[in-house]
Antibody
Framework: EVQLVESGGGLVQPGGSLRLSCAASGLTISDHWMDWVRQAPGRGLEWVARSKNKPASYTTEYAASVKGRFTISRDDSKNSLWLQMNSLNTEDSAVYYC???????????WGRGTLVTVSS | DVVMSQSPLSLPVTLGQPASISCRSSQSLVHSDGNTYLNWFQQRPGQSPRRLIYKVSNRESGVPDRFSGSGSGTDFTLKISRVEAEDVGVYYCLQGTHSWTFGQGTKVDIK
């Protein structure tokens, strides 16, 4: 069974930092492009960042709203994905989902998400 | 940036009846590789999103065949042939041709 388990969410003050983790089991992330997608409370889905795999040169891409503040990284040997979030503001408050291949031809798997709340 | 516009935003449906959701993009979703990267996701209440359709009309493994996707260029449609109670939730389109952008979502509930 494929599982993606996010962790690292919590309450952080504006301007602060947080590092989210995504541990994968039942699949090998080296075969997949990996994404972070977020959902603010009561709102829709927003793509945040993508980490492509080795055949795609480990390219990373970011939404304009987080570029320069967030960094996506992966360790294929640990089957894990991370999202380093700096200079957080209230608009970054959301459930953050780890997902595979959201727009590819391979099956797309999603975790249950981790809640990030940015508030003073 | 590509803008994805869904309609309607709210869709009350009768059990056993068909339902249709439209998704329009601000520019063509035909990629330079010839593919059209338009996906549909379902998010049931309290659950994570689940992809139903990829590349316009391909169903994910395990997705019931009452769900179908169609369209081309800038206009796309998700159809449910006969709505069941478990289909209640919010449906999102996602384009993956020009970076990645979700539509606003369409809330489907039972009349």
């Amino acid at each position: 069974e494929v599982q993606l388990v996010e962790s690292g969410g919590g309450l952080v003050q504006p301007g602060g930092s947080l590092r989210l983790s995504c541990a994968a089991s039942g699949l090998t992330i080296s075969d997949h492009w990996m994404d972070w997608v977020r959902q603010a409370p009561g709102r829709g889905l927003e793509w945040v960042a993508r980490s492509k795999n080795k055949p795609a040169s480990y390219t990373t891409e970011y939404a304009a709203s987080v570029k320069g503040r967030f960094t996506i990284s992966r360790d294929d040997s640990k089957n894990s994905l991370w999202l380093q979030m700096n200079s957080l503001n209230t608009e970054d408050s959301a459930v953050y989902y780890c997902a595979t291949d959201i727009s590819g031809i391979y099956s797309s798997y999603w975790g249950r998400g981790t809640l990030v709340t940015v508030s003073s | 940036d590509v803008v994805m516009s869904q309609s309607p935003l709210s869709l009350p449906v009768t059990l056993g009846q068909p339902a249709s959701i439209s998704c329009r993009s601000s520019q063509s979703l035909v990629h330079s590789d010839g593919n059209t990267y338009l996906n549909w996701f379902q998010q049931r209440p309290g659950q994570s999103p689940r992809r139903l359709i990829y590349k316009v009309s391909n169903r994910e493994s395990g997705v019931p065949d009452r769900f179908s996707g169609s369209g081309s260029g800038t206009d796309f449609t998700l159809k449910i042939s006969r709505v069941e109670a478990e289909d209640v939730g919010v449906y999102y389109c996602l384009q993956g041709t020009h970076s990645w952008t979700f539509g606003q979502g369409t809330k489907v509930d039972i009349k």
